[in-house]
């Protein structure tokens, strides 16, 4: 009697009883589970976060102790010790900054600079549509927020996955599960939030405007770019290197040629096992303690706000350019400085075709588009910077 006794008391349904608000986090996490598998909202990573949370927030099953990681140190003793979970030790490359670096190796070899080498002065608008984050980072400082913490929810504004897990994870690791959730699901909704704002910004005419063919861009130079981008940056701002070296390293891959191998293995096999690791893991920090407070509801209020100024800030910029160029800016390709890689490029493309549809805006908006994947990596540099 006594081993069934025993046995009982260490079913989840037994357990579950002194952790009541685990049942809510499984709901939460089964919804999103519904939102990526059904709404197909951003699914290569919205399935493995929500998975994660669901196995962090299953009773008794032991599998990520937070205690580890408090304080923004690891309890390598502990691990040491054989007692951390599974996902103790799978979160040690989002802590460590694995995962992120890996991803954006994948990205970078994905990536055609082309359109912004052939057209530079589409890195003002890549740089402008940084303007969410410090914007929201002030707006988060004001209220319950610390420094660090404001500034890991400031960097959703930049549209980009990996650099606000890898921000968060190292500025604000209990905010990571929210502050993900947040980046994806913003990301996913790229269709929905940013044509409002992109025709309330600009006029009919504006969104008419033709732009003239992009000039070919020779090998020579798609391979100095990478190169002389990670020396500036690094040299500018070391603390955004890790990010933008792998970046670059991915993109050298493709555009040199020689490691065609290397290439094909960074953007299928490698970016999908860490794309996993990193879902799973980051959706592990997603407790019922860390998640189910008032903080998470500011958290992604201020991050529709400050994707919502990211795209602002973009579209401005380029009608600013237009008052003192003689060649004309359509202003709908500012909106694609945000990270979100291509889809932002594609949303300009398309409220474009609906005011014209002879005008062909991609390829333009490409510019900006790779360029805010620069900028949002910088704009991480300049917070860790300051609060790393």
């Known amino acids: 009697?006594?081993?069934?006794?025993?046995?009982?008391?260490?079913?989840?349904?037994?357990?579950?009883?002194?952790?009541?608000?685990?049942?809510?986090?499984?709901?939460?996490?089964?919804?999103?589970?519904?939102?990526?598998?059904?709404?197909?909202?951003?699914?290569?990573?919205?399935?493995?976060?929500?998975?994660?949370?669901?196995?962090?927030?299953?009773?008794?099953?032991?599998?990520?102790?937070?205690?580890?990681?408090?304080?923004?140190?690891?309890?390598?003793?502990e691990l040491g010790t054989g007692h951390g979970g599974l996902l103790d030790y799978l979160y040690l490359g989002v802590k460590l900054g694995i995962y992120p670096c890996l991803i954006f190796i994948g990205?970078?070899?994905?990536?055609?600079?082309?359109?912004?080498?052939?057209?530079?002065?589409?890195?003002?608008?890549?740089?402008?549509?940084?303007?969410?984050?410090?914007?929201?980072?002030?707006?988060?400082?004001?209220?319950?927020?610390?420094?660090?913490?404001?500034?890991?929810?400031?960097?959703?504004?930049?549209?980009?996955?990996?650099?606000?897990?890898?921000?968060?994870?190292?500025?604000a690791p209990h905010l990571l599960g929210p502050i993900a959730v947040a980046a994806y699901s913003y990301m996913a909704l790229v269709p929905v939030i940013q044509p409002p704002i992109m025709k309330a910004l600009t006029t009919k005419e504006e969104r008419r405007i033709k732009m003239k063919q992009l000039r070919p861009v020779s090998k020579t130079e798609k391979i100095l770019f990478p190169i002389i981008v990670t020396i500036f940056v690094s040299f500018m701002l070391p603390s955004a290197a890790p990010l933008v070296g792998c970046l670059m390293l991915g993109n050298l891959m493709k555009e040199s040629g020689v490691v065609e191998r290397l290439n094909k293995t960074v953007q299928n096999e490698l970016m999908n096992i860490v794309t996993i690791f990193l879902g799973i893991t980051v959706g592990a920090t997603a407790t019922a303690k860390n998640f189910l407070n008032p903080s998470t509801l500011l958290i992604l209020c201020m991050g529709v706000i400050a994707f919502g100024l990211g795209t602002a800030g973009g579209v401005l910029l380029a009608k600013l350019m237009n008052v003192f160029s003689k060649e004309k800016v359509n202003p709908l390709i500012g909106s694609a400085g945000v990270s979100a890689v291509p889809m932002a490029a594609r949303v300009s493309q398309v409220v474009g075709q609906k005011e014209d549809p002879s005008n062909f805006l991609l390829m333009h908006a490409m510019g900006p588009n790779v360029a805010g994947v620069i900028g949002s990596a910088v704009a991480a540099g300049v917070l860790m910077s300051l609060f790393g």
Not at 14 to 36: F, H
Not at 136 to 162: H, K, M, N
């Open 107 to 171: 990205v970078g070899a994905g990536t055609d600079f082309a359109p912004l080498i052939a057209n530079p002065k589409t890195l003002l608008l890549g740089a402008a549509a940084q303007l969410g984050i410090f914007i929201t980072y002030v707006a988060a400082r004001l209220t319950i927020f610390t420094g660090p913490e404001a500034a890991s929810i400031g960097i959703i504004g930049g549209a980009d996955g990996p650099t606000a897990i890898y921000t968060t994870a190292r500025l």
């Open 1 to 77: 009697m006594e081993a069934i006794q025993n046995f009982l008391q260490s079913t989840g349904f037994a357990q579950v009883m002194n952790e009541p608000l685990q049942l809510v986090m499984i709901l939460v996490a089964c919804v999103l589970l519904y939102l990526a598998i059904v709404k197909k909202f951003e699914p290569l990573l919205l399935l493995p976060i929500a998975f994660g949370m669901l196995l962090t927030n299953l009773p008794g099953a032991g599998m990520y102790h937070s205690e580890i990681f408090a304080n923004g140190q690891i309890d390598w003793a």
